[in-house]
């Protein structure tokens, strides 16, 4: 892709927007985290991004049908999935109104932290004479969390009950299966790149089906899990098997999309979203060709973009501009035909255009 061999221009602070055939200047102040662009020739081009904000504020462009969805920036904090410290927190005590009321910080000293992400706080506990998983989250975000109760499949982490009560609570406990020995694929693949090693091809192939059908089991069930990453999917270094968790951006299919608000990680986002149009389950599709991606290449995607602006910008491009709707570029000596075709179908710019998560499952048994 010769685009991505001029990667000096596109991050210089000169680039062309995808909703104009002009130039501006791009300022970032990342203490507000906004993005403005200043345009220099056409006054009829995006002036502000701000992921605080509607995306109609975003996209200020009279020939765009934009829906009232927000897009925040989130940060991504590193996960670490396993931890030797066997303390656990008790959540059948008073231990679990203080929780609910005031948060973690209390406890840090008295349970094992099991994983920090954008949407909560995971730790070691026990309820009802069970060892689980306990996620904290602000009371606002159990209506996405509640999307994984009731879903039972090998391939999916299993939500067992939410907490919550709203006379005195600020936060909720969302008590999921407790799997003591998985690592995120984000620190397997991190592990691997690191001794310079490859995936073994049966691991390979496991890992890619597991995922593609916990996914589709999701979709069966009429969730779109919006966040697919490889720091949300488990893997258990022993039976290699993958579960997907953290269903805090999640959302059903007959969800009113207008009043969504979009918290996923911007370089596995579908360019639709980016452009301000409803996410679908073929959202995820677009992010599970960049989860794959990253399983063969052992890297981060658009890793050579500076910031998330430059990212939303390159990869979400407007068909007629030609020069944009940029993906990760695939060496062919590492990157068998059939994968590659893989790729290229669930990162098609046209949602209607890839596989559902079914014939990913098929391409992925052929391949």
């Known amino acids: ?4 061999k001029n990667i000096a221009s596109i991050l210089s602070p000169k680039f062309l927007s995808p909703l104009s055939p002009s130039r501006g200047v791009l300022n970032v102040t990342k203490s507000e985290g906004k993005v403005t662009l200043r345009h220099l020739e056409r006054p009829n081009v995006v002036k502000k991004l701000d992921f605080s904000q509607k995306i109609e504020d975003l996209w200020p462009t009279s020939n765009l049908n934009v829906p009232k969805i ?40 008295r349970t094992t932290i099991l994983g920090k992400g954008t949407f909560g706080t ?4 026990k309820h009802k004479d069970q060892t689980v998983a306990v996620k904290l989250i602000p009371r606002h975000s159990s209506k996405q969390e509640q999307n994984a109760l009731n879903l039972y499949h090998e391939n999916i982490v299993q939500t067992l009950e939410i907490i919550e009560n709203s006379e005195y609570q600020n936060y909720c406990l969302v008590i999921m299966e407790y799997l003591p020995k998985t690592k995120s694929l984000q620190d397997l693949l991190a592990n691997l790149k690191e001794s310079n ?19 589709k089991f999701l979709h069966d069930h009429g969730v779109m899990h ?11 270094p022993v039976g290699h098997a993958c579960k997907i968790c953290d269903f805090g ?3 059903r299919v007959t969800d009113r999309m207008q ?27 677009y992010s599970l060709g960049l989860v794959f991606w990253q399983i063969i290449f052992l890297d981060t995607p658009f890793k050579e973009f500076e910031n998330v602006e430059s990212i939303i910008y390159n990869v979400s491009g407007v068909e007629q501009v030609g020069k944009f709707n940029l993906r990760p570029k695939i060496d062919k000596n590492q990157c068998d035909t059939a994968m590659e075709t893989i790729l290229t179908k669930c990162w098609d710019s046209l949602p209607e255009s890839r596989p559902n998560a079914q014939e990913v499952v098929e391409m992925l048994l052929k391949a």
């Open 70 to 109: 927000k897009v925040e920036k989130s940060e991504d904090p590193v996960i670490t999935l396993t931890n030797p410290s066997a303390f656990l927190l008790d959540i059948n005590t008073p231990n679990k109104k203080y929780l609910a009321q005031n948060g973690l910080d209390k406890f840090k000293n």
């Open 122 to 125: 995971v730790f070691k506990g």
């Open 249 to 251: 951006n999640s959302a």
């Open 1 to 4: 892709m010769a685009a991505m």
């Open 259 to 285: 009043e969504f608000t979009y918290k996923g990680t911007i370089i596995y986002t579908a360019p639709e979203i980016l452009l301000g149009q409803p996410p679908t389950v073929k959202s995820d599709i």
């Open 226 to 236: 919006l966040d697919l990453k490889p720091k949300n999917i488990l893997v258990d």
């Open 197 to 215: 090693s490859i995936f073994d091809p049966k691991i390979f192939k496991k890992t890619t089906q597991d995922i593609t059908k916990g996914l």
